[in-house]
């Protein structure tokens, strides 16, 4: 099949595939999954997912177990939303070769539930004492944290005030409430940022009423001659978080269900591909060849049907903790049997045409003719298997991941399955941690179904109409 | 003539899972073999230490005794192809070893008595869910194909590409935190309340317990069955005698179920059986979520207790149980196609 024939062809396929609706849906699908891959770097907020998914301390700053922001929207009650502050007020002042620079993050605060944390990002070098003081909007002020940070290039300092300012919080409400509620007071049970959000008066320590209006989060940075601070930014973390959520880890979820697509996809694409084209390659073999290679082959291809796939797959990882690529390599060694059937049976057909027999008369070997004259006739039908195959090597890594056996040095759906299985999600109810992943692979494998039966539809127009 | 192909086949059969046993002897020999030795060295250091006052001399002399003789016993002291032979045949024979930590609920630890338990819990939920998928994706698929390009045929078709690439453990899972923990309509799973009550109400507790799996399985399995059926009678439906049965003038009903239908059951009944086989390979996960205590249970446990022998002894009986469909599939295809059963050619 030459260039211009292959177009003609694909014109040809095109205009048929046209008319099929799901099929198009399906194309549309498979365009969206293809884009997310691409455009990853700017859906996820978390840059580091790809690399640092199971390592805690990258996701300390998200709440535990919240709730996707848009709940918000179906509940009375708000609650605050993990956001970072970049933006800020920055006043400087100068004595004796000593900078005082003042940062003012402004916060707006209308919710009923109060942020979980305050986190003071900056970076720089050199030892820079600091301090942490916020501005309520009844015009009161408390200072939460005075430290000094000892700053290393390159890396980035944080100061977290749930675990930082909890004695001064500790100091404030004694001074506003009365000494029998201090007495009931758990210093260890205490949570500042419910505090320090709080209408300040007695019964806030038992029953905290949250003060909405404008904040201020004001950082004084003593910055001595050789210290220097870059990027200051603060992180609030809200009772509802991300797209997505979190989970008890912490880890965004939309993050991983985003950097889930393109090994979803490369586990699929890449199976059915291989798996396809041997079982392609071998059926039409098999049929070409014929007497005994094709009995023999026909005898090895039965062995491989008779194994039951999962069961053999599970013992396989078990004994053999793979990595991504043989568990692939695993998938293809078992998936190649699917067309070999049909494909025998077609190619069987095909080996009776006239040109066959007149290539041969000609001279041809049996490599030539059947890469070049018997594949290409099987290759729309190839497509349409290679379709159908990705979402079951989709379900088939999931499966493997659930059980414990997967690659945990990636992403995969499987495995924010397995972590959700584990982590107690069914019982908690923490359905956004359920539910995306499995509806990702069931969707991924609407969008190979969609395609591969409209495929099927234009291969067998039989089925259209009764 | 049926009889000879029936006794080939079967004979077939019992070839191809010696042939996979073998196999998969082959391919697991290493791990097995360390599981079987420290298993040896963990009963040798008991003899060791069950001796009275022994001298060193003694305890070495002892244990070096008992080591070899066990040793023997297992065959490790022949050459590697005479070991993988000796493992195949007694995996054929059942006799799978001992444990290393999973007991049965009687307190065994011999694997082939541990598998044996849970069968039956498998096959009772799989033949029951596989019964009912029949029956609904036959009854949807003759409606689909009778109105083919309808509201209800394009509907279904639909949702068969919605359910197709979905894991029924995920719909399970789904399904247990909203129909279990959500709103408390089903048991959280296991397979009959404890203590279990006795008599009629034992069956009844069962059949409440597998409810909630069985409508996950039916979720998830219907819709591709009675697209296949659909398609399948379409087929049929094109034939030339059909057109001549509705040119004698007999009523569709007569068309569908005594014309169409019985052509059609060959390749259904495949399909059928080969969604049993699916469901007993493809869901044996599904178990694990709702604590079924069947095979995929099993499964489950064995790998997160990494106990060998019983997985080895789990997908050797999982093989046998599969290849045993197979050969029952062509069996009922050569008794409903009579060409095959007149030919008996397989």
């Known amino acids: 099949m030459n260039g211009g024939r292959l177009l003609y062809w694909l014109k040809d396929f095109w205009s048929e595939f046209r008319k099929v609706k799901s099929g198009l849906v399906g194309l549309a699908f498979l365009l969206l999954f293809l884009l997310s891959v691409v455009l990853e770097p700017l859906l996820i907020p978390f840059p580091e997912t790809n690399k640092r998914w199971s390592d805690i301390t990258y996701w300390d700053e998200n709440p535990r177990s919240a709730p996707p922001f848009w709940t918000n929207w179906f509940t009375g009650k708000k609650s605050a939303v993990t956001e970072r502050i970049r933006s800020f007020k920055a006043e400087e002042r100068q004595s004796d070769g000593v900078t005082l620079r003042n940062l003012t993050f402004p916060y707006e605060d209308s919710f009923e539930y109060p942020p979980y944390d305050l986190i003071v990002h900056f970076s720089g070098k050199g030892s820079v004492p600091f301090l942490v003081a916020l501005q309520r909007p009844d015009g009161e002020a408390l200072e939460l944290i005075r430290a000094q940070a000892d700053l290393t290039e390159g890396e980035d300092f944080h100061v977290s005030v749930d675990k930082e300012a909890r004695d001064a919080v500790m100091e404030y409400v004694r001074s506003k409430e009365s000494e029998e509620a201090m007495s009931r007071l758990n210093r260890s049970a205490l949570v500042p940022t419910e505090m320090i959000f709080a209408e300040a008066g007695p019964g806030m320590a038992a029953k905290p009423i949250a003060l909405k209006g404008n904040y201020r989060v004001i950082v004084t940075l003593m910055i001595l001659p050789d210290a220097e601070v870059k990027d200051p930014f603060l992180v609030v973390s809200g009772r509802v978080s991300g797209i997505l959520g979190t989970d008890s880890s912490k880890r965004d979820i939309w993050s991983g269900i985003v950097a889930g697509v393109k090994w979803a996809l490369l586990i699929g694409l890449l199976t059915a591909f291989v798996s396809v084209s041997v079982g392609v390659v071998y059926g039409i073999m098999s049929a070409y060849l014929g007497g005994w290679k094709d009995s023999l082959m026909q005898r090895i291809f039965e062995l491989f049907i008779s194994v039951p796939l999962l069961p053999i797959l599970i013992v396989m990882s078990a004994v053999f903790k793979p990595s991504i690529w043989t568990i692939i390599v695993m998938m293809c060694a078992f998936f190649w049997v699917r067309p070999v059937k049909t494909v025998r049976s077609m190619a069987l057909q095909i080996k009776e045409e006239t040109y066959i027999e007149a290539s041969r008369a000609l001279g041809a070997g049996s490599g030539r003719i059947i890469f070049r004259h018997m594949v290409p006739l099987l290759i729309p039908y190839a497509f349409a298997v290679m379709a159908l195959d990705v979402p079951s090597a989709v379900v088939y890594e999931a499966t493997v991941s659930l059980i414990g056996l997967g690659d945990a040095t990636i992403v995969t759906w499987g495995q924010i399955l397995r972590g959700a299985l584990t982590g107690g999600a069914v019982l908690g109810g923490l359905w956004w941690w359920v539910v995306p992943p499995g509806i990702m692979i069931a969707l991924m494998g609407m969008t190979f179904a969609f395609v591969g039966f409209a495929m099927d539809k234009i291969l067998h127009p039989k089925l259209r109409t009764r | ?346």
């Open chain 2, 1 to 346: 003539m049926y009889r000879q192909y029936l006794v080939k086949r079967i004979l077939y059969g019992i070839v191809m899972y010696v042939i996979l046993i073998f196999v998969f002897s082959l391919l697991f020999n290493a791990t097995s073999e360390q599981t079987a030795r420290s298993q040896i060295e963990e009963e040798v250091r008991l003899v060791g230490a069950s001796l009275v006052n022994p001298t060193t001399e003694q305890v070495t002399r002892i244990t070096e005794e008992r080591r070899t003789e066990l040793y023997r016993m297992y065959h490790l002291d022949r050459s590697l192809l005479e070991r993988v032979f000796y493992r195949t045949w007694d995996t054929l024979t059942l006799r799978f070893g001992n444990s290393t930590i999973i007991k049965s609920s009687r307190g065994d630890r011999e694997v082939g008595k541990i598998i044996l338990e849970v069968i039956p819990r498998s096959l009772i939920l799989f033949t029951t869910a596989v019964f009912c998928q029949l029956l609904i994706g036959l009854f949807l698929g003759l409606k689909k194909a009778q109105r083919a390009g309808g509201l209800l045929d394009r509907t279904t078709s639909v949702a068969t590409m919605v359910v197709y690439g979905m894991p029924s453990w995920w719909l399970g899972m789904i399904m247990i935190m909203f129909l279990v923990y959500g709103i408390p309509l089903f048991p959280s799973g296991g397979l009959h309340s404890s203590p279990p009550p006795s008599g009629f109400l034992y069956t009844l507790d069962l059949f409440y317990h597998m409810a909630l799996p069985l409508l996950t399985l039916l979720l998830i399995g219907s819709w591709g069955l009675s697209l296949l059926t659909r398609n399948i009678v379409l087929g049929v439906l094109q034939e030339d005698y059909i057109m001549a049965a509705r040119a004698r003038g007999l009523p569709e009903r007569n068309v569908l179920f005594g014309h169409t239908l019985r052509t059609s059951a060959p390749p259904i009944t495949t399909i059928a059986i080969l969604s049993l086989l699916g469901s007993v390979s493809g869901n044996i996960l599904f178990e694990g979520i709702f604590s079924w205590p069947g095979m995929g249970n099993l499964y489950w446990v064995a790998v997160e207790q990494n106990d060998v022998p019983v997985l080895m002894g789990l997908l050797s009986i999982t093989t046998g149980l599969y290849i045993c469909g197979l050969v029952l599939l062509d069996l009922i295809y050569g008794f409903l196609d009579p060409r095959i059963k007149v030919g008996g050619k397989a």
